[in-house]
Each structure stands twice: as C-alpha cells, then as structure tokens.
C-alpha cells in the first residue's frame, strides 16, 4: 500500500481549484483582509501595547526602590532630628565662643567672677580699643588678605591691673583659661607690692593671705568680622 503524501494533496487540491470562480475570488480576498487587518492590529495596537507594559513595569519597579529608599530614611527621622537639635546646640555655643559683635559687658562680668573667685583685689579694669593694623603695600592686598587669618576676626583687649598673692594670681589666670570662649594674654607686667612688709606682717597676725604682688596685663578677646 503506497504512503500518503500530503505535498502531493495539496498541490492536486489547488490544481482543482478555480481561481476564476468569483466564490474563490472573495474568499481569497477575505483572508487577506483578515491577514492585513490582523497585522495592522499588531503593529498599531498589540506591539506598543506590550511597549507601554514594559516601560511601566520599569517605571513600577524603579518607584518602588525610591520608596523602600524613603521608608529607610524616614526610619531614620529621629536620628536626623537629634542631629540637627545637636548641630544647633554646638551652632550656638560657636556663636557664643566667636560672636559677630564684642559683648563688653558679658566679658566684664566673667572677668569680674574670675577675680572674685580667686581672692585678688582689683585695681583697674577697661575696655582698650586695638589700633589699627597698617595696610599691606599696594600690589599685597589680595595676598595678604588670603594670607592673614586676622582678616576674619577682631581682637577686643580688656586692660586690668589687679593685687594679690603668688597663688591667687595663679588661680585668677586658671580661670580666665577657663572662659567658654578663647582668650589670649600679653603685655603682663609685675611688680612688687609697695606695701608688701606690712602685708605679711598683717598675714601673720591675722591668718590671711597677704599681697605681694601687682601685676598688669591685656586679656583679649576674640569676634567675627562680617
């Protein structure tokens, strides 16, 4: 028994038909109208379709780790909010440390608490405007002004002459070393207390700390230059 041959069907099938019928002709042309409108679905609808699927999944996708990358920050809001509480807190201690303007009467009263904590008579205390730096020569300015750090700050000198004995000096210097703000000391000058004799004479009789010595100095201070 001969094998079928489905090549050999199909080709004696189309010989058979007539391609002239007009019930053929609208049938072929009915499947390719179909074929055509299937592809015009494809290429215009389906394909961008499954585009715009793509590019929103990316997008769902690339939302999603924003979000998981927000929840993970805002977990960390408390740490964030105690870290600015603290930078303001240290802000306004450097302030205070380094101000815009000199507060005179602020550093007369810790000047005035140093001293009186450490037993030394004050003789004279005052505020001493600072002369003037000369300007650089001409051609320097610029240099020099990126140069010179003393371009940023003022110094505020503070002149007292003060009396009392070795180590109450010594703990009057321990506080002013102890300002919550910096503090520089030069010109110091000291001298023998003119009524040194009597003082320890006095010291002796009366159980006190005598006066030996008279010692001047500038205490200066420090502010910003806006």
């Not at 000369?134 to 610029?142: I, K, L, N």
């Not at 002004?145 to 110094?155: I, K």
Request: proline residues 8%; hydrophobic residues 40%; aromatic residues 8%.
């Amino acid at each position: 028994m001969a094998k079928p041959n489905p090549s050999a069907d199909l080709m004696n099938s189309l010989r058979k038909v007539d391609f002239r019928d007009p019930l053929t002709i609208y049938m072929l042309s009915m499947i390719v109208v179909t074929l055509a409108v299937c592809a015009a679905f494809w290429f215009l609808s389906f394909d961008p379709l499954q585009q715009e699927i793509l590019e929103t999944q990316a997008k769902i996708e690339s939302q999603s780790k924003e979000l998981d990358r927000i929840m993970r920050e805002a977990a960390r809001k408390p740490q964030f909010e105690k870290e600015v509480a603290d930078a303001q807190v240290e802000l306004a201690r450097l302030k205070e440390m380094f101000p815009d303007e000199e507060k005179v009467p602020l550093r007369l009263h810790d000047i005035y608490v140093a001293v009186r904590q450490a037993g030394v008579r004050v003789v004279s205390v005052e505020p001493v405007n600072r002369p003037p730096a000369p300007p650089p020569p001409a051609g320097q300015q610029a240099a020099a002004a990126s140069d010179d750090p003393s371009t940023y700050y003022n110094e505020n000198y503070y002149k007292l002459e003060v009396e009392g004995g070795y180590h109450q000096l010594g703990d009057m210097f321990a506080e002013i070393a102890n300002f919550d703000y910096p503090t520089r000391i030069n010109d110091v000058k000291i001298r023998r207390f003119s009524g040194m004799k009597k003082e320890i004479e006095n010291a002796k009789s009366h159980g006190t700390t005598p006066t030996t010595m008279t010692v001047s100095f500038r205490l200066v201070t420090f502010s910003s230059r806006k």
